[in-house]
């Protein structure tokens, strides 16, 4: 079971950090990734990180203003999210890859996870 949590309200600018605790097994041998969806949209790749932390992927949207990062001893999953802005408003998701990638783009698409946590709504006020 994946939870989400961290989201919240923030003004154009700042930052937030977002957490995915995985409770009942480990998944610190799988790659994780964030996802978003905005109403009337379609659910987005945000980034991704392999099982051991040491390669990450972001959308470029995102790229240079959020940072993904893992404590596998913790079983969690972070997105650092700093230069907010209103169009980053969404619900964002964590997901498990259990399959391994051979090359990080392999994390971009949302049916290649086996488990969805429930979202955490971000919105960015300008």
């Known amino acids: 079971q994946l939870q989400a949590f961290g989201g919240g309200l923030v003004q154009a600018g700042g930052s937030l950090r977002l957490s995915c605790a995985a409770s009942g097994r480990s998944f610190s041998s799988y790659g994780m990734g964030w996802f978003r969806q905005a109403p009337g949209k379609e659910r987005e790749f945000v980034a991704a990180?392999?099982?051991?932390?040491?390669?990450?992927y972001y959308a470029d949207s995102v790229q240079g203003r959020f940072t993904i990062s893992r404590e596998n001893a913790k079983n969690t999953v972070y997105l650092q999210m700093s230069s907010l802005k209103p169009e980053d408003t969404a619900v964002y998701y964590c997901a498990v890859r259990r399959a391994p990638a051979q090359t990080m783009d392999a994390y971009l698409t949302a049916q290649m996870y086996d488990y969805w946590g429930q979202g955490t709504l971000v919105t960015v006020s300008s």
């Open positions: 990180i392999n099982w051991s932390g040491t390669s990450t």
